[in-house]
């Protein structure tokens, strides 16, 4: 289920590649920051396959890259026995910016995570600093 980490230009051609098994075969889904369905991304065109050997391979293609399709994509299989992901970098040369987040809430006492969703390239740390807009 893996694809490389990549570091490209704009305007190159990209394609990740995600492949699983499973019976029965399960569905695959692709996300940009763990939030975001690629599929409603201009410029993304997925397309899904079952391989005769009976592994489905699902390919997301950027017809022409821009900073703004940087990030962390996810690639999701999924069936009724389980799922499993995996997760890797595209980075596009551009400006660095910060995705706006979703409001969130969490309980008190309980372990809370939060990502910061970022694209642009290079970079050479992101740091949380409270109470900065």
């Known amino acids: 289920m893996t694809f490389p ?12 590649v995600c492949v699983a098994s499973g019976n029965p075969a399960p569905q695959i889904k692709w996300y940009l920051d763990g939030i975001w369905p690629v599929s409603t991304r201009p410029g993304t065109l997925v ?17 022409s890259v821009d900073v703004s399709d940087s990030g962390l994509y996810h690639c999701e299989a999924f069936n009724e026995a389980g799922s499993a992901k995996h997760s ?9 910016f910060i995705r706006p987040l979703n409001n969130l809430t ?3 006492d309980s372990t809370f995570s939060v990502n910061c969703p970022f694209g642009g390239f290079p970079f050479d740390k992101i740091s949380w600093k409270r109470g900065m807009c």
């Open 88 to 96: 890797k970098r595209l980075n596009v040369f551009g400006q660095l």
């Open 47 to 63: 397309s899904t396959y079952l391989s005769s050997t009976g592994d489905v391979i699902s390919y997301l293609n950027f017809t």
């Open 5 to 16: 980490e990549k570091i490209i230009r704009p305007g190159s051609y990209v394609s990740l």
């Open 106 to 108: 969490a309980l008190a």
